[in-house]
């Protein structure tokens, strides 16, 4: 049975860090994809990043050169690294992981299968 489990969310001021963890289990290859998404209250999912079969790494155009999404070697454990925080990305983050998804679908959200229980960002002075 595929679990996810996230933690590392929390408050920070605005031009602050947080990091996010996932641990994903129960995949039987490790080729997986897996991705982090934000949802704030009123708005769409949205996909913040994601890592596809191949090991690429993909970002939405929000985050791109604040956030970073890694593994660790074993690939069960899935981190964000956000950076240059802004209230705009307070929000309830997810986790998510398939086993296969296509290379232009790593941050739709309708691609996954799996999703963890979210860890709430709150940016804020």
């Known amino acids: 049975q595929v679990q996810l489990v996230e933690s590392g969310g929390g408050s920070v001021q605005p031009g602050g860090s947080l990091r996010l963890s996932c641990v994903i289990s129960?995949?039987?290859?490790?080729?997986?994809?897996a991705g982090w998404f934000r949802q704030a209250p009123g708005k769409e999912r949205e996909g913040v990043a994601a890592t596809d079969n191949t090991g690429r790494t993909h970002y939405g155009d929000s985050v791109k050169g604040r956030f970073t999404i890694s593994q660790d070697a074993a690939k069960s454990t899935l981190h964000l690294q956000m950076n240059s925080l802004k209230p705009e990305d307070t929000a309830l983050y997810y986790c998510a992981a398939d086993a296969f998804c296509l290379t232009s679908m790593t941050l739709v959200a309708g691609t996954y299968q799996y999703w963890g229980q979210g860890t709430q960002v709150t940016v804020s002075s």
């Open positions: 129960g995949f039987i290859r490790r080729d997986y994809c």
